[in-house]
């Protein structure tokens, strides 16, 4: 390593091992930052609006304002060879793959452990200078804790929309170190959101675009609502240092809880329904008794060609037709996917099905769960038969079945997020899943499966893909939280026209 190259010292200055010494190390740490961010002009005009929560712009450095206050830092670090071994430093770490609802990347493992001489210096001019900066410049009250790891987004990489809330987090920031000509339409942009009457994020009003040497950062607040949009490059790697500034972060309002999703009593219907929707071979006592078998032993079952072919194919003709039509459901923070507003006349018909009294008693013969107030099926006849027969062996009591649902619409972008406030972790739960349209759907290459876990644990539980004409049952408790992963531009590149979005009926049933 070149100690006059890059601290002003002579090569006599050097210790026995080669490295620079402490003094040249600090010296060159502290010429790192961009020169034109210690002016005192620039600081003093900059310091002006930061506290004034004004819009600012001068040689490319930005206060946004809005939705909340954000700013950016071109040029951050000065000396561009060091820019250049720093990333070749950076690029020979060992990174973790992360993956779970909110987000897909690699990560290094904290950077206060790097032993990696650019690394250092990087950890000296972020936990001092640049700490230094951010009090006086920004009047900010700040300790010395300070978390660095290095992100590297690829194809399909993506962090979901979150407020950065964490223990003792007040600032957040993030250093690029991309390739040069980065654009929009390379993905990886920090989208920022603005928020409803509700403080939950709505919609995004800012899209700030990856640059080489560039430093974002944004006080954690309550309505911090970001996210890193999905990496679009096939051949471009988003490199970044990022991190947080520890102090005493504001006071929160209470979380914002959604209100229970409207749940109504099985309707009247006809048994007879039954037979005109759902392949006979889930009506036969056998089958039934079989499939009980293997949901009470794994309190999931998985039925395949549910519905009669005729009928399948009139749901998806309908499902994919002018006359349904969908809305966003929000907030980004939860979930992102499309709902049904109106309905062709034979979805109608399904979902009065699936919230029907006979579809509550089908339920009961396949879990064993009370679901209905008649008696389980019979070792005899089928379970139709039994139930308006009044046949079976034993009764239960049960005591408040009802339901809630809806046809969604998932394609590229969809997702829903694990949140402490989900309303839907209020009792146990049997979550059913009718999917259409996914002919062609890979779930491993694509996402849009179905992931359930417990609580406070990394361990999937288990995972339901999307399979065309398929029920999927799953009984959960409190602690089992579920998500669906994030669907990727893969679902764009990789499936036919007509299969880069599939659908399912979401029912939810309780006892």
């Known amino acids: 390593m070149d100690c006059e190259k890059y601290a002003g010292s002579k090569p006599n200055e050097a210790n026995d091992s080669g490295d620079c010494p402490i003094k040249a190390k600090k010296r060159r740490a502290g010429s790192l930052l961009g020169k034109y961010l210690t002016k005192e002009g620039f600081k003093e005009r900059f310091s002006n609006a930061f506290r004034g929560n004004k819009y600012f712009k001068e040689n490319d450095a930005i206060i946004h304002d809005k939705p909340f206050k954000c700013c950016v830092l071109p040029n951050f670090i000065e000396n561009e060879s060091y820019l250049l071994e720093l990333k070749e430093e950076l690029m020979k770490l060992d990174f973790n793959q992360k993956s779970v609802d909110l987000y897909k990347f690699q990560q290094s493992n904290d950077l206060k452990t790097s032993p990696s001489y650019n690394i250092t210096l990087l950890r000296d001019l972020i936990y001092q200078d640049f700490r230094k900066w951010l009090q006086e410049t920004c009047d900010m009250k700040l300790t010395d804790q300070v978390d660095l790891s290095c992100a590297k987004y690829e194809y399909t990489d993506v962090l979901l929309c979150h407020d950065d809330e964490l223990e003792g987090r007040v600032v957040a920031f993030i250093l690029y170190l991309v390739p040069p000509g980065w654009q929009e339409c390379d993905g990886g942009s920090l989208d920022l959101f603005d928020v409803d009457e509700h403080g939950q994020p709505d919609k995004i009003v800012k899209k700030l675009v990856p640059e080489w040497n560039s430093l974002s950062f944004f006080e954690v607040s309550p309505i911090s609502f970001h996210q890193v949009a999905e990496v679009l490059s096939q051949d471009k790697t988003r490199l970044s240092i990022s991190g947080w500034f520890h102090g005493s972060p504001p006071e929160r309002p209470m979380p914002y809880k959604e209100p229970c999703n409207p749940t109504i009593s099985p309707m009247p219907l006809e048994d ?92 009961r013969t396949f879990t064993g769960l009370d679901l209905a107030d008649t008696p389980l099926t019979s070792n005899e006849g089928s379970p139709t038969q039994a139930a308006q027969d009044g046949t079976g062996a034993g009764t239960s ?43 062609d759907w890979d779930s491993d290459k694509f996402g849009g499966y179905t992931s359930y876990l417990v609580s406070g644990e990394d361990e999937e539980l288990l995972s339901v893909s999307p399979f065309a004409n398929s029920l999927a049952l799953v009984y959960r408790d409190m602690e089992t939280l579920k998500f669906v992963k994030h669907v990727n531009h893969k679902s764009v590149k990789g499936a036919s026209s007509s299969s880069q979005s599939f659908y399912d009926f979401h029912m939810v049933y309780y006892e």
């Open 272 to 363: 007879e329904h039954l037979v005109k929707w759902v392949n006979p071979i889930y009506l036969d006592q056998g089958v039934v008794t079989e499939i009980r078998g293997r949901f009470e032993d794994e309190s999931e079952v998985e039925l395949q060609d549910f519905l009669l072919d005729d009928k399948y194919t009139e749901v998806l003709e309908a499902l994919r037709s002018e006359k349904t039509t969908w809305s966003h459901r929000g907030p980004a923070n939860k979930r992102c996917y499309e709902t049904a507003d109106s309905l062709p006349e034979v979805l109608c018909e399904l979902q009065k099905l699936l919230k029907s009294l006979p579809m509550f008693k089908l339920l």
């Open 397 to 439: 009591s049960p005591g408040n079945p009802r339901c809630h649902g809806e046809a969604r619409r998932w394609s590229h972008g969809s997702y829903t997020l694990v949140h402490d406030t989900d309303p839907e972790r209020a009792e146990f739960a049997l979550d059913i899943m009718l999917y259409c349209g996914c002919e």
